[in-house]
């Protein structure tokens, strides 16, 4: 962590945030669902609020309270979060992309509670694919002028995976968590490498969520400093 940010260090700045996990829906009562928090795109809003920037926190699904001086879109579903995104991102100089967003939808929405009947199997439920929103908005970003970051958990062989899925979505920076059952759904801390696509890697310290948003916001200034001074 920084400790203390330079309060200006984005003024004038228009910044979109994505937080929380979509819901894709079954029927009325029912979803599909992960388990994000939130906590690491909200603690990301404030962050950039205490930076001095214009804060839009695109929400799915979160608990968690308002961030003080952040404009708050809140969304369900992985269809209505692009939505939000692309309307938000139109005028952004940096777009996170922190939110866990469904990879597949039901096929069908059944308007009526589901309900079983007796000597019945159920009916499988049949996917399919949700827009890959990092990748639209990476393709935008050159035209648009803006940094484009997204974040990923990965098991296994932690760091290719990262790099094959930066140049695979086209962002400028990827923050690639390790996961596994006890780390980084629902915890305070998190531990992460951040790759850039110019080859650079910043490694993060196991630590809280809000050191881990300074250290992204730190580099995704550089950046913007970068291309527009
Ligand atoms: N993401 C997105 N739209 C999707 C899926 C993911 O915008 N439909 C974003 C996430 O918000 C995150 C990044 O892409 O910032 C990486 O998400 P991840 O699930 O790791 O990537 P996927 O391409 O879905 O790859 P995988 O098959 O490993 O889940
Ligand atoms: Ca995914």
């Given amino acids: 962590g920084r400790g203390g940010a330079a309060p200006d260090e984005l003024a004038g700045r228009h910044v979109v945030v994505s937080a929380g996990g979509t819901r894709e829906p079954l029927d009325p009562v029912r979803f599909l669902g992960n388990r994000s928090s939130g ?3 909200y603690a990301l809003a404030r962050a950039a609020v205490a930076r001095g920037a214009k804060v839009t926190l695109v929400s799915a699904n979160s ?3 308002d961030p003080a001086g952040a404009d708050v879109v809140r969304v369900g579903t992985a269809v209505q979060l692009r939505e939000a ?4 991102a139109a005028d952004a100089d940096a777009v996170v992309m922190a939110a866990a967003v469904a990879d597949f939808r039901p096929a069908v929405y059944a308007s009526g509670k589901i309900k079983k009947r007796d000597g019945q199997e159920p009916e499988p439920i049949v ?3 949700n827009p890959d929103i990092l990748a639209e908005l990476s393709a935008d970003r050159a035209r648009l002028g803006q ?3 997204g974040f990923a958990a990965e098991t296994d062989d932690v760091l290719a995976n990262g790099r094959a ?3 695979r979505k086209g962002c400028d920076l990827l ?3 390790e996961v596994g059952e006890r ?3 629902g915890t305070e801390e998190n531990e992460a490498v951040v790759l850039g696509a110019d080859g650079s890697e910043t490694p993060i310290p196991y630590g809280p969520k809000e050191a881990l948003a300074e250290t992204v916001w730190d580099l995704i200034s550089r950046v913007l400093d970068q291309s527009t001074n």
Wanted: aromatic share 4%; proline share 4%; net charge positive.
């Fill in 63 to 65: 608990a968690l309270p």
């Fill in 39 to 41: 906590k690491q795109g």
């Fill in 165 to 167: 899925k930066l140049a």
């Fill in 183 to 185: 780390k980084t759904f």
């Fill in 147 to 149: 940094v484009v970051v």
């Fill in 175 to 177: 923050v690639v968590n």
């Fill in 127 to 129: 996917l399919v694919r």
């Fill in 85 to 88: 995104m692309l309307k938000a």
